[in-house]
């Protein structure tokens, strides 16, 4: 996905394409000129480059997934990244601190900016946790669903919570409140740019009070 998305209105129609066309391709009507609505706006892609992020837990497809896309089928990987962009995530062979690899991924940030003093010390609450026996492989073995990245995650950021004196979250609420909602515009952003690759044009009827799409958290803690 490496072309941006834009979104034009003409004749009561939303049209997401590449590039602006040179006729509607509802009604026929020539684009040029000021004959637009309103100006063509660039959507944001719901991914980014994890190495750019701070604080962050990143999601992207396993590294069996050999293109590295976000196709529906394919299993997840999960991370947390430092505050120099450095990837810490749990493998077979124990937490490994990714500097590269991670450059197409959906990041949740985790920390406000102006809670520097938990930003002052997350580097060392990540090198703490990370060094950890439950994760060292010669005392506990990596289990597919009970002992993996997002277990590893998951624990990091209730150990955060704790040492901030709140309560934990189960697997449940964390996936179903930060997880699934960026999961879905995933989905529909990669729907919708392979539709445009095929037909160069998606089109549905314009909604004047449309809701837009809830903003990110700046941060969870």
């Known amino acids: 996905m490496d072309l941006n998305v834009i979104r034009l ?3 009561q129609k939303e049209i997401f394409c590449f590039s602006v066309p040179e006729e509607c ?9 000021s004959r637009l609505q309103e100006a063509p706006v660039s959507l ?5 480059n994890a190495h750019k992020t701070s604080s962050c837990l990143l999601v992207a497809p396993a590294h069996d997934n050999h293109s590295r896309e976000f196709d529906g089928t394919s299993d997840l990987h999960t991370g947390i990244s430092n ?10 062979g124990g937490v490994g601190r990714d500097q590269t690899g991670w450059e197409r991924c959906v990041s949740i940030p985790l920390v406000r900016p102006d809670m520097f ?21 010669a005392w506990h073995r990596f ?30 609420t964390f996936t179903h409140s930060f997880i699934l909602p960026r999961m879905r515009r995933v989905t ?3 729907t919708l740019y392979q539709h445009i690759q095929k037909h160069r044009y998606y ?3 314009r909604q004047e009070d449309g809701q837009e799409d809830t903003p990110d958290k700046p941060g969870f803690f």
């Open 117 to 137: 003093h938990l930003l002052a010390q997350w580097d060392q609450y990540l090198d703490r946790f990370s060094d950890g026996p439950m994760w060292d492989p």
């Open 83 to 92: 505050t120099s962009g450095v990837v810490y995530n749990y493998t077979h």
């Open 188 to 190: 529909k952003y990669t």
């Open 143 to 172: 289990d597919e669903e009970h002992h993996n990245c997002f277990t590893f995650c998951l624990q990091f950021i209730n150990s955060v919570l704790a040492a901030q004196g709140r309560s934990s979250l189960s697997r449940e």
């Open 203 to 205: 089109m549905v009827d």
């Open 44 to 48: 944001p892609s719901p991914l980014s």
């Open 9 to 11: 209105s003409h004749c």
């Open 25 to 33: 391709p509802s009604c026929g009507e020539e684009l040029r000129g």
